[in-house]
């Protein structure tokens, strides 16, 4: 007689209650399930997709906005201490302790020499007030390029300070000037004086702190004019690599400064942004907590209907000697599904409208208003990941409140529910 080769059983899964958690969602109610749980996922879906357009739109105004003010002041200013509160004000010497010993601090990445002079710009037909920066071989051009509309920056030569001069192009507005022409420059000393220039370059920021009055011009025009000859400055310009480290590089500047220097952050010279920059940022916290409560409180009320919706099941899981815990953990791995696929759809909805933005710049903004053309983008990718973590870690902490209800279903009255 043939022996009958046995049929081995089913293996059961790793995780049954893994298993059970997908088998009800494929059930007779599945279209029913299938409804409010595509509802959480495009609940958490916008919620994220919104937290990380708020986030990285609030960082994209606050990079280009300091941007622009880095192009035309420094991160640390440097100039000697005086009563006196013209715009002038008392020269430095262009060699000291601070500009030779610079290079040391490893926070500061650029030191540069500048000047300032009142100036009285003339064409003829208009006149206006304006001050004139003069800068040197050592000012950084780079940042200043993204400013520049037309033209070119300034050509410094060994023999003669550049006769030429960059103006805004509110100024040139003005003026009526466009690139190539000539204006007189006269400036308020005793004995008054007056240079014949040439626009090189037209520039724009949008802040009218800039815009609206100030021109560049070269420093050493400005040192021949107060007879100040190669020694003397009007003072120095310093550059941090990192400006999350303005405070430590500010402290060790000062070490170097001597004792009639005096040292400025760019955060007091601009105080009126950077106290915007400090109110945008509180309301996208409170932006945020609000998607996030939004979000979790979606969550907990379809994952509760979700409960109420199985409590047959419950109620006949519990009569096979299932614990609660065993029960809940069904119920948490349904809700990871839903939160898992809302955060994908959230990354896929949120950066790709981002990077939309960013590449064809698609909403555009009012730059007498806004300071730029369009809607910035600034990509964080540390604070992304962070804005994620924090949805996933709140979120799965309230789902666990809706899976309570389970201990207080009793299994007869579950099944006679049923």
């Known amino acids: 007689m043939a022996l009958q080769t046995p049929v081995p059983a089913s293996t059961p899964p790793a995780n049954v209650w893994w298993f059970i958690a997908r088998r009800i969602s494929q059930g007779k109610n599945a279209g029913f399930s299938s409804l409010i749980t595509n509802i959480a996922i495009g609940s958490v879906a916008v919620g994220l997709a919104a937290g990380l357009l708020s986030f990285l739109i609030f960082k994209g105004f606050r990079q280009a906005i300091q941007d622009k003010i880095f192009s035309l002041s420094g991160h640390l200013a440097v100039q000697r201490i005086t009563t006196d509160n013209s715009i002038e004000g008392q020269p430095l010497r262009t060699r000291t302790r601070l500009a030779a010993q610079y290079q040391r601090l490893p926070e500061v990445a650029h030191l540069q020499m500048v000047s300032k002079k009142a100036a009285l710009l003339k064409t ?199 614990s609660n815990r065993q029960i809940q953990q069904v119920f948490l791995y349904r809700g990871l599904r839903i939160l898992l696929a809302g955060l994908a759809w959230g990354n896929l909805l949120g950066l790709g409208l981002a990077a939309l933005q960013w590449r064809y710049g698609l909403v555009p903004l009012d730059p007498e208003t806004y300071y730029m053309a369009s809607v910035p983008i600034q990509w964080d990718w540390p604070n992304i990941i962070m804005l994620n973590l924090l949805m996933f870690s709140l979120v799965a902490l309230i789902m666990v409140l809706p899976t309570l209800v389970i201990t207080r279903i009793s299994p007869i009255k579950a099944i006679r529910f049923a």
Do not use: C
């Not at 003829?124 to 304006?130: F, L, S």
């Not at 240079?195 to 009055?213: C, K, M, N, P, S």
């Not at 005096?262 to 409170?286: A, C, E, K, P």
């Open 124 to 322: 003829e037909t208009e006149v206006m007030g304006a001050i004139l920066k003069g800068v040197g071989p050592d000012f950084d051009t780079l940042r200043f390029a993204r400013n520049l509309v037309s033209g070119r920056f300034l050509h410094f030569t060994d023999s003669a300070p550049a006769n030429e001069l960059i103006v805004s192009q509110k100024i040139a507005r003005k003026l009526k000037l466009k690139l190539g022409d000539d204006l007189i420059v006269y400036f308020i000393q005793e004995p008054p004086r007056a240079r014949r220039l040439t626009v090189r370059g037209i520039y724009q920021t949008g802040l009218e702190d800039f815009d609206d009055a100030v021109v560049l011009g070269d420093n050493r025009l400005i040192q021949r004019l107060n007879n100040w000859g190669d020694s003397l400055t009007g003072g120095y310009e310093l550059f941090v690599h990192d400006f999350e480290q303005l405070p430590q590089a500010s402290d060790r500047v000062a070490d170097l400064m001597d004792f009639s220097m005096g040292l400025t952050t760019v955060r007091d010279q601009y105080l009126h942004f950077f106290d915007w920059f400090t109110m945008l940022s509180n309301n996208v916290v409170i932006f945020l907590t609000i998607i996030l409560f939004v979000a979790g409180f979606n969550t907990l009320s379809i994952l509760l209907i979700l409960i109420m919706e199985r409590t047959s099941l419950i109620g006949t899981l519990k009569a096979l000697g299932a």
